[in-house]
């Protein structure tokens, strides 16, 4: 399975609206159309996700593809699941979006869910790509 299909048939198959898979540079493996992390913004979420430390997230948010979240949740220290924080968009008339970022041994999963855009839940979506990163990390990635 090529890391494209990862995105078109798992991650936006399960409701989310953008989504990517990249190196913790920053360097991308696949995503949507239109939305790419920045180097930047790749090594902050991969050094919070390593090191769990929120405190660079927690009061001012961070951005991901160029975009604002606030952080809401972190889920750090859990041992049968891949370190992963979330985020609530901060731009006006966006506010109903959630974000989902989620590290694996080689990779960050990052999805964009928007109620707007699907049927299917916030949780239903975490869900799905907790279920994605575990079986990556089980082959390795």
Not at 5 to 33: Q, V
Not at 46 to 51: A, D, F, G, Q
Not at 85 to 108: F, P, Y
């Amino acid at each position: 399975m090529s890391w494209q299909s990862y995105i078109d048939d798992n991650l936006l198959a399960s409701g989310f609206c953008y989504a990517a898979i990249c190196g913790f540079d920053g360097s991308p493996w696949a995503n949507s159309p239109g939305f790419q992390l920045l180097p930047e913004e790749a090594t902050l979420l991969s050094k919070v996700l390593s090191e769990g430390n929120i405190d660079t997230i927690a009061s001012n948010g961070f951005t991901v593809a160029g975009q604002k979240y606030a952080f809401t949740r972190a889920d750090l220290d859990d041992e049968e699941a891949a370190p992963s924080i979330q985020g609530r968009c901060k731009e006006e008339g966006l506010s109903g979006r959630g974000l989902i970022v989620m590290k694996s041994n080689q990779a960050l999963i990052v999805g964009v869910h928007d109620p707007e855009y699907t049927s299917a839940t916030f949780r239903q979506v975490n869900l799905d790509m907790t279920n994605l990163a575990n079986y990556l990390m089980e082959n390795g990635f």
